[in-house]
């Protein structure tokens, strides 16, 4: 059994980085320097998703939900060079993938059968750093 987030941890979050990384450097001329800052992560990071060494998924780009997943890309690069918030923005990843029903996809691609376990509401507007 996978918890949701796992799939999103695993399939998800490292597919849409890779994907938002080549729109913002494609179509918002973004540096690779300026990636990694937004996302906070290395320039190394950052060369390995635009030569697709890192991220993408498999189980993503045979979904049926294939295209509605990369228009929200479009959309996430598009806020992020808006000046919007990389974690926020992410979210709303999250939540497409969830509403769309590719997380059910994604459970089912990964061999598991039923319904993926139940999915509260992400913890980290309960989590508070001082």
Do not use: W
Not at 39 to 48: D, E, I, K, M, P
Not at 49 to 62: A, W
């Amino acid at each position: 059994m996978f918890l949701p987030c796992e799939l999103i941890v695993a399939d998800v979050l490292p597919t849409a980085r890779g994907a938002i990384a080549r729109c913002l450097v494609e179509e918002h001329g973004y540096t690779q320097v300026r990636v990694a800052e937004a996302f906070g992560v290395t320039g190394s990071a950052v060369s390995q998703y635009l030569k697709g060494t890192r991220g993408g998924s498999e189980l993503i780009e045979s979904s049926p939900n294939r295209e509605g997943f990369y228009e929200m890309i479009g959309k996430a690069a598009a806020m992020i060079a808006e000046g919007y918030d990389v974690t926020e923005v992410l979210c709303s990843i999250c939540g497409f993938v969830k509403k769309s029903g590719m997380i059910k996809e994604l459970y089912g691609a990964r061999g598991c059968h039923g319904l993926p376990a139940a999915c509260l509401e992400c913890p980290r507007f309960n989590i508070s750093i001082a």
